[in-house]
């Protein structure tokens, strides 16, 4: 049963095995995650890591092999196929790396977005010229794909994604054929959709540089999560710490053993010696560190 206060995406020991008559290839070796409602989470690996085939199961493009796999209170291992089916349309938007995937080239932006829609049955006219304002793109509606650069056929793709209402977006690699300035302004993008839409967004890639300013960024090595990286944007407490208030602050990584390592300029900032006590608390979506008296 749904709840909408239980996590978005629980990962819990997942397992993906891709056998061949002769081999069998581990995708995924047990890989443990959580995502909760509203976040936006970006998985960074390289290749052969394991993270496209996490971002597939996600999308119910393909099922998990063994452990489990609850999107948005929906068992993705004992789902069948007209569940799926209808998962897909309603529940989850998928961005593919590959424009050609989802843009047909002979119709303009706008004709694109709108025939997902009619396809999906769920045709709103407003709210897809409102999705084609959210990506940039109103000036450009009329356009047809010729006439756009990369990072503005992708943004079309984006709004096709979401003509459906989903709750969850998925991108594979959406900034891997655009510039670094591109890159940037896609990225605002995103966190702009987020919080308009209220969506709960995964995007995963190579290129760690597109992570700097998202919230939670997850590595992934050899078919399990290695790392995790948190950081906040409210250095209102941190102000010994960051000279500038507008900057994004690391403030902890969670390592592979699930070690909590804190950065040392943090620490000393608070008098706390590397070997002092310390009691971590969650507040308001904040981690927060306080020195406990030994």
């Given at each position: 049963?749904?709840s909408?206060?239980?996590?978005?995406?629980?990962?819990?020991?997942?397992?993906k095995?891709?056998?061949?008559r002769?081999?069998?290839?581990?995708?995924?070796?047990?890989?443990?995650?959580?995502?909760?409602?509203?976040?936006?989470?970006?998985?960074?690996?390289?290749?052969?890591?394991?993270?496209?085939?996490?971002l597939?199961?996600?999308?119910?493009?393909?099922?998990?092999?063994?452990?489990?796999?609850?999107i948005?209170?929906?068992?993705?291992l004992?789902?069948?196929?007209?569940?799926?089916?209808?998962?897909?349309?309603?529940?989850v938007?998928?961005?593919?790396?590959?424009?050609?995937?989802?843009?047909l080239?002979?119709?303009?932006?706008?004709?694109?977005?709108?025939?997902?829609?009619?396809?999906g049955?769920?045709?709103?006219?407003?709210?897809?010229?409102?999705?084609?304002e959210?990506?940039?793109?109103?000036?450009?509606?009329?356009n047809?794909?010729?006439?756009?650069s990369?990072?503005?056929?992708?943004?079309?793709?984006?709004?096709?994604?979401?003509?459906?209402?989903?709750?969850?977006?998925?991108?594979?690699?959406?900034?891997?054929?655009?510039?670094?300035?591109?890159?940037?302004?896609?990225?605002?993008?995103?966190?702009?959709?987020?919080k308009?839409?209220?969506?709960t967004?995964v995007?995963v890639?190579?290129?760690?540089?597109?992570?700097?300013?998202?919230?939670?960024?997850?590595?992934i090595?050899?078919g399990?999560?290695?790392s995790?990286?948190?950081?906040?944007?409210?250095?209102?407490d941190?102000?010994?710490?960051?000279?500038?208030?507008?900057?994004?602050?690391?403030?902890?990584?969670?390592?592979?053993?699930?070690?909590?390592?804190?950065?040392?300029?943090?620490?000393?900032?608070?008098?706390?010696?590397?070997?002092?006590?310390?009691?971590?608390?969650?507040?308001?979506?904040?981690?927060?560190i306080?020195?406990?008296?030994?």
């Open positions: 049963m749904k909408e206060t239980a996590p978005m995406i629980e990962c819990d020991d997942l397992v095995i891709y056998k061949t002769d081999t069998e290839v581990m995708a995924l070796r047990g890989l443990d995650l959580t995502v909760d409602r509203g976040e936006f989470v970006v998985i960074i690996g390289a290749s052969g890591s394991g993270k496209s085939t996490l597939n199961m996600m999308g119910g493009l393909d099922k998990p092999t063994m452990g489990k796999l609850t948005d209170g929906y068992d993705m004992k789902m069948s196929k007209t569940a799926l089916t209808t998962y897909k349309r309603k529940s938007g998928f961005v593919w790396q590959t424009n050609a995937r989802n843009l080239p002979y119709l303009t932006a706008r004709e694109n977005v709108e025939l997902i829609g009619r396809i049955g769920r045709l709103d006219k407003a709210y897809a010229a409102e999705l084609l959210l990506v940039g793109l109103s000036g450009r509606k009329n047809k794909l010729a006439e756009m990369s990072g503005e056929q992708q943004r079309v793709a984006t709004a096709i994604a979401l003509i459906n209402k989903p709750k969850l977006l998925l991108a594979d690699e959406p900034t891997s054929s655009v510039d670094t300035r591109t890159t940037k302004m896609m990225m605002g993008m995103y966190e702009k959709l987020q308009e839409l209220d969506l967004i995007i890639s190579h290129d760690p540089d597109i992570a700097r300013n998202v919230g939670r960024v997850i590595s090595r050899d399990k999560t290695s995790e990286f948190l950081r906040t944007s409210n250095v209102a941190l102000r010994k710490f960051s000279e500038n208030d507008n900057e994004q602050v690391e403030l902890a990584v969670v390592d592979r053993s699930g070690r909590i390592q804190i950065p040392e300029e943090y620490l000393k900032n608070m008098s706390v010696g590397k070997k002092d006590k310390v009691r971590i608390e969650n507040e308001d979506g904040k981690l927060v306080y020195p406990v008296d030994a």
